[in-house]
């Protein structure tokens, strides 16, 4: 396999691994709204449901998406493809 | 000023424009003390910003392409953050926002969670790629990955579409503000609007535009949080709102109960009588009040419209590299969550002030005489945006018959908590800021898309530099005034169209962005189906469900961008594999840009 595939392989598990994590705190846990309002489970006292929305939720993108940079960076340096820095 | 290490000195000058602008705060504070009246405030907080404004785009005027079209590709990324943040943050998010999460609370946070989510879908499936690409507009990635003008064309109609219907709401917001601001009216205010958004833009495009939109983001974020944190001080609920609100959202549910939230009802006869655009509280604070599938799908719809709309992406084509651009949406996604998690707060901490009788600013339980004798609410209610009315004659104010208007929740909280008018004046400039930078952006992605799509490469592509920059400065002057009238007739609410820009957005040029770099076997044909397919059976289901058509799914006219973008996805496949695949070189493209390394497909001038 090229090295170019190869590159694309582990960027696409990357993209996958992403996307998972992303479903799961954009879409998956508000399938259950109600259960998370009722958990006892309640963050600085809020009730969970709450919470998730107005900071959990988007807390959680914004270290994702800085974590997923940092990866596709190494991923990028390990094949050799990064960017010189004058670029 | 912008010769030389312009670049290595940005944190200063933009440390001594913020130090200036709170010693502007300090001074006008001062102003207040010693008698200047509220209306001069609110005259010199807007004009002083926007002459700020101004001079930064005069500043940045440039006679060069690639500065024009992409601020030369040297924005560090963390300010091409903060330029995103206000490029993204509208006359919606900064005035409309809180207004929702007022009234309608957990059904309206799937807003939060989709106009954030979204970001992931950039940084992970396409701002590195599309900056690698070197295009100067999104059509112009679509017209060369797929090639052929039908595609190019077919993009620049969908960004048209979705653009346009999301830049009359941001005139409308500026209008609006500057007619409360400077006390002109609204039709008049409208083109005072749009022209201190041209002054930003038309001299030097987007760099001048970049370099605004940072001031402007220092501006907005500063007058958002500073009410939040002196609301939550002075009322003792806590010094970092964000961590500390618990137990206001918990005197909320208790008050909710205690004035009978959802069991007393208003008859049709009585809500007649209340202004339109104005509501009362119906729905609970906190409580979970709307289905799984209603949440999400709303919430889905604003992120596919998030990765589609043309005028963020075009942010991530100015970073120094890829890897720039990576990171960058990381940073825009931070300076965004600090404006997006206080919205909440701030929806909190204004029902609570209106609510709780234990406050010296509640007005809940007080005579309706009473209430109708403070001075805020004359002034709102003359502005049409706050109405009261004793519908069952016991003279006393209830819960069920007090009406505000979204857009008040933000710009009239800080005088219902007691604060100075300065902070009033200073959150107008602040919504002020949050428009006009969404418009520029958006008049840009519009005018850039047509002079550099339409006209150069599909016109005219032999046209010299100065011709083309002289079409795009005449084209974004058009675009600005069709806008600015369409804003004057205020056919919608700011809100519900750019609700429907992301569904536009999200119909036509989701799936062709994304596949453009995902799938190498998508072709021209399938593009050019998915686009116009996916836009067509969009709007058809928004002016079916306007007309009267039930829908089905529970698909409303806020999330068509559902319906829109499966038929895209469908017909994008199906057209793409009834076709030729795409030839060696499209796919050896398709490979290049894949990388971080190497040339740009498309050069630095083009």
Redesign the interface.
């Known amino acids: 396999m090229s090295k ?1 595939a190869q ?2 392989e582990k ?1 696409r598990g ?2 996958f691994v ?2 998972a994590i ?1 479903f799961v ?3 998956g846990i ?5 259960e ?2 009722a958990s006892s489970i ?1 963050p ?4 969970l ?2 919470y998730m ?3 959990g ?3 959680i ?2 270290i ?3 974590w ?2 940092g990866r ?2 190494k991923i ?1 340096e390990e ?6 820095e004058d ?1 | 000023m912008f010769k030389g290490n312009f670049i290595n000195n940005l944190p200063k000058i933009y440390g001594t424009y913020t130090g200036g602008f709170i010693v502007f705060i300090i001074l006008m504070a001062i102003a207040e003390q010693a008698g200047m009246s509220a209306k001069v405030i609110g005259i010199c907080f807007v004009a002083f910003t926007v002459l700020i404004y101004a001079l930064i785009g005069y500043l940045s005027r440039t006679i060069q392409v690639d500065a024009y079209y992409l601020a030369g590709r040297q924005v560090p990324t963390v300010f091409n953050g903060m330029a995103t943040a206000a490029d993204w943050m509208s006359g919606a998010s900064f005035v409309a926002m809180a207004g929702g999460i007022y009234f309608k609370g957990y059904g309206y946070m799937a807003l939060l969670v989709g106009w954030t989510g979204g970001y992931v879908l950039v940084a992970s499936l396409l701002a590195p790629y599309l900056r690698k690409f070197g295009c100067y507009t999104v059509p112009d990635f679509i017209g060369t990955r797929y090639g052929g003008n039908l595609a190019r064309l077919s993009a620049v109609i969908v960004l048209t579409v979705a653009s346009f219907t999301y830049v009359t709401a941001q005139i409308n917001a500026t209008g609006t503000i500057a007619s409360v601001a400077l006390d002109i009216p609204f039709n008049i205010a409208v083109y005072v609007g749009l022209a201190s958004i041209l002054m930003c833009s038309m001299l030097g495009g987007m760099r001048a535009v970049t370099w605004t939109q940072v001031a402007q983001y220092i501006v907005l974020i500063i007058a958002y949080l500073i009410p939040v944190f002196w609301i939550s001080n002075k009322m003792g609920a806590g010094v970092f709102p964000h961590l500390m609100l618990a137990d206001e959202v918990a005197r909320i549910a208790e008050l909710e109960a205690q004035f009978g939230l959802g069991e007393i009802k208003n008859s049709a006869a009585d809500l007649k009588q209340v202004p339109k655009g104005l509501s009362g509280i119906t729905k609970a604070h906190a409580e979970v009040n709307t289905t799984p599938w209603k949440f999400i799908s709303l919430a889905v719809c604003m992120m596919a419209g998030t990765a589609s709309l043309p005028h963020v992406m075009m942010r991530y084509f100015t970073t120094p590299s890829v890897k720039a651009a990576r990171r960058s949406v990381g940073w825009s996604l931070f300076f965004i969550f600090l404006l997006y998690s206080s919205a909440p707060m701030l929806a909190t901490l204004s029902k609570l002030s209106l609510m709780d009788p234990n406050l010296a600013t509640g007005i809940i339980g007080k005579s309706i005489s009473e209430v109708q004798a403070i001075d805020w609410y004359q002034n709102w209610n003359q502005a049409n945006l706050m109405f009261v009315s004793d519908f069952n004659g016991n003279g006393t104010l209830e819960l069920n018959e007090f009406f505000m208007g979204g857009k008040a929740v933000v710009l009239a909280t800080p005088e219902i908590a007691g604060l100075p008018y300065v902070i009033s004046g200073l959150v107008a400039a602040g919504g002020m800021a949050a428009a006009m930078s969404t418009a520029d952006g958006l008049v840009l992605a519009i005018s850039n898309a047509l002079s550099h799509d339409i006209y150069y490469k599909m016109i005219n592509p032999k046209a010299e530099t100065a011709k083309r920059l002289l079409i795009a400065r005449i084209l974004l002057v058009l675009i600005g005034f069709a806008g600015a009238t369409i804003a004057a007739l205020e056919i919608q609410g700011i809100l519900g169209s750019v609700i429907w820009a992301f569904d536009f957005a999200m119909s036509g040029l989701f799936f062709p962005l994304v596949l453009g770099v995902w799938w190498k076997r998508a072709n021209a044909q399938g593009a050019v189906a998915g686009m116009l397919g996916g836009l067509a059976a969009g709007s058809a289901y928004l002016i079916a469900v306007r007309s009267g058509y039930p829908g089905f799914l529970d698909i409303t006219q806020l999330t068509f961008g559902i319906v829109g973008s499966v038929v895209s996805l469908v017909l994008m496949i199906v057209v793409s594999l009834a076709t030729k695949a795409p030839d060696a070189a499209t796919q050896k493209m398709v490979d290049d840009v894949r990388v971080p390394s190497g040339k740009a497909i498309l050069g630095r001038q083009h």
Do not use: N
């Not at chain 1, 508000?30 to 109600?34: E, H, P």
């Not at chain 1, 094949?79 to 010189?84: A, I, K, L, M, V």
């Open positions: 170019q590159h694309w960027t990357l993209l992403t996307l992303w705190f954009s879409i508000f399938l259950f709204g109600a998370m309002e309640r600085f006292g809020y009730p449901s709450y929305t107005c900071q939720s988007l807390g993108f914004v994702l998406i800085f997923f940079a596709q960076e990028d094949f050799g493809f990064s960017e010189r670029d």
